[in-house]
């Protein structure tokens, strides 16, 4: 017998770690129940689980190939991970495979279907059950029944026949006895014969006993390594499912060193804590992020979701000491309105939220990404257009704008009606609109949310975007006039590539107060471009070099007999060094951090040297040195 254990991920770069915890615990309590046996255990309990395999898609991939695939492993049990990325996938693969495989049990789990469990079994009678909440106690039990479940059958059939029943009542009996066992197993919600069942909730797990899921990386190559420390949330946020169960359960702080450890000494490129609230235990967080201070292998980057006003100073000392990109930080800001705040049950200290940032800045080792959620309760346009220029002002690497999610089975779930919410039906259940923002203001949003993608995130404007600032109001401003431009030219609709992005900033830069100063805006645009990647196909704003070109010339020379500004370089000679770096030329010290001093243009233009072999952990940026002499 062969079970299947489904994820369907949303890129290919993730990898679902439920699977993998599921299978590594069902394996570690079959060996667990062998050992007991060969002790003089029962032998009735001894182990001999299914096959348990392992099968990762993407909901890129088509559905016909996710059939043929999943046919070729002929599985008598599958079992699918649902979440809100891939429910669309799941639900459209239920009634496909009982046609390819008809005698396949199908189980579902995960956040998506642990709630309102019985009206999707009515919705989708081809499943056969859904294993509730967390699910590694409840999948070995039920690889268990499934190694006996022929036994069962067998066993009841015997006890009919010896009664005389006939066939129908012998598929009675064994359908008994079938429930039975499944009564047995906590967390299940399932269908027996035409009716359906519930055996309530089971206990919550101890993470200590959950056994380390990555002891081979061969799976993993290329992938993200997601990594739990802890289970549960101390907080109440409505949108969120992890407020249900307030319970934080920790996984002892010296097996998961140990694991830690194993990630470093494999050089993992990424470990991404899926910790709800990674430092709700501070002896706890401060453990673990000395351990990674004092262990750091100079390559591995840690990435958690914190809550930033929550923080001490003696954890801010540590993270200070931190090598560049060793860590990086997600937290949710959410909304700068206190009564939307009170509203969805967040306590968060703003003026120490913003604190706490701005001392992660200042060590400029640790990138810093801030979420906020468009459509929560008594937030209007205008109050987010607040929020959102809050947020932005503390600088951080990534801004996310997301729009909030109704969610089964979260509070807000509850209030969506009280709200006036209008959210689909189907996932990623995002908001419509609501009794304060309304469905054409939610539209501007998502052209402003785009704009900041590709502007912002992309950390490809960072000298150009302040310049441009300086011309409008605010920065939603900004954004918003940004996106009207996408608009007005069509650009929603055929999206520009990413090195055209630059000369549409430029076009658009020009039909604001800055085309006075085109000069300044053209060469802000080129140094950002080149900051980034040596292009060999200049854009059409950027200056003739064709002037300087002797000039350059002899500074590659005179760079291969000194080596002065490219030490690391002496292999090379001055030909191999000018297509390895490039020089620029500007009138405009258009690096400098002050904002005024980068818009006044210098006495004399000055050659700028980018070296693309040496770049900042955080940004990516190519180390730039301005050329005077």
């Not at 359960?249 to 990424?270: A, C, G, M, Y």
């Not at 539209?443 to 310049?467: A, I």
Request: charged letters at 30%.
């Amino acid at each position: 017998m062969k079970i299947l254990l489904t994820a369907i991920n949303a890129k290919y770069i993730h990898s679902n770690p439920a699977v993998y915890s599921l299978r590594a615990y069902a394996l570690k309590a079959d060996k667990s129940c062998h050992n007991k046996t060969n002790r003089g255990g029962d032998e009735e309990s001894a182990g001999h689980l299914p096959e348990i395999e392992i099968a990762e898609y993407t909901i890129n991939n088509r559905r016909e190939e996710l059939l043929a695939d999943i046919y070729r492993r002929k599985p008598d049990v599958i079992a699918f991970s649902c979440y809100i990325w891939n429910w669309s996938m799941v639900s459209s693969l239920l009634p496909e495979l009982p046609k390819i495989l008809p005698e396949c049990a199908i189980w579902l789990g995960g956040p998506e279907v642990s709630y309102h469990s019985e009206e999707l079994l009515q919705k989708y009678p081809m499943v056969t059950g859904i294993m509730l909440g967390e699910g590694e106690e409840t999948f070995y039990e039920l690889a268990r029944y499934y190694s006996a479940k022929e036994k069962i059958l067998l066993s009841a059939r015997r006890k009919a026949e010896r009664k005389g029943y006939d066939e129908e009542n012998i598929r009675l009996e064994q359908n008994t006895r079938l429930t039975l066992e499944l009564d047995k197993i906590d967390g299940i919600v399932y269908h027996i014969g035409d009716v359906t069942v519930s055996t309530g909730n089971r206990k919550l797990t101890d993470l200590s006993k959950l056994p380390f899921l990555y002891d081979n990386l061969d799976s993993f190559e290329n992938k993200i390594i997601y990594y739990e420390s802890s289970r549960g949330c101390p907080y109440r946020c409505s949108y969120c499912l992890s407020s249900i169960d307030k319970k934080v359960r920790l996984r002892d702080i010296t097996i998961v060193k140990k694991e830690l450890q194993f990630f470093l000494d494999n050089k993992v490129k990424q470990v991404k804590f899926v910790d709800r609230t990674f430092n709700c235990n501070h002896k706890h967080a401060k453990a673990i992020w000395q351990y990674l201070l004092e262990h750091d292998n100079g390559v591995t980057n840690f990435h958690f979701e914190i809550e930033a006003d929550i923080i001490t100073e003696e954890e801010l000392e540590i993270l200070s000491k931190m090598r560049q990109g060793l860590i990086q930080m997600e937290i949710g800001v959410q909304t700068f309105n206190p009564v939307t705040l009170q509203e969805i049950r967040r306590t968060t200290d703003m003026e120490k939220l913003r604190y706490v940032v701005e001392r992660i800045h200042a060590g400029r080792n640790i990138h810093v990404h801030l979420d906020l959620i468009a459509g929560l309760p008594y937030e209007d346009y205008e109050s987010f257009i607040h929020s959102f220029n809050e947020v932005y002002s503390m600088n951080p690497e990534q801004l996310q704008l997301g729009f909030l999610k109704v969610l089964k089975g979260a509070y807000m779930e509850e209030k969506a009606e009280d709200y006036e919410m209008k959210y689909l039906d189907t996932p990623p259940y995002e908001v419509l609109s609501t009794k304060w923002l309304p469905y054409d203001k939610v539209l501007l949003l998502k052209q402003v949310e785009e704009m900041v993608e590709l502007y912002y995130n992309s950390n490809q404007f960072t000298y150009t975007l302040p310049v441009l600032q300086t011309v409008f109001e605010d920065a939603y401003s900004m954004y918003r006039g940004i996106a009207g431009f996408y608009e007005e030219n069509g650009y929603f609709l055929a999206s520009p590539a990413r090195s055209y992005r630059y000369q549409v900033l430029f076009d658009f830069a020009k039909g604001t107060k800055l085309r006075e100063q085109e000069d300044l805006i053209r060469q802000v645009l080129t140094f950002d471009l080149y900051l980034r990647e040596n292009v060999k196909s200049r854009p059409d704003f950027a200056r003739d070099l064709s002037p300087y070109k002797e000039r350059i010339r002899q500074f590659y020379e005179k760079e291969a007999e000194e080596y002065r500004y490219l030490p690391e370089y002496k292999a090379y000679d001055s030909r191999q060094m000018s297509k390895m770096t490039h020089m620029e030329m500007f009138d405009y010290p258009v690096w400098e951090e002050d904002i005024a001093k980068r818009m006044n243009k210098m006495d004399e233009p000055c050659m700028v040297l980018f070296d693309y072999r040496s770049r900042d952990a955080l940004t990516y940026e190519a180390r730039f040195v301005p050329v005077r002499d």
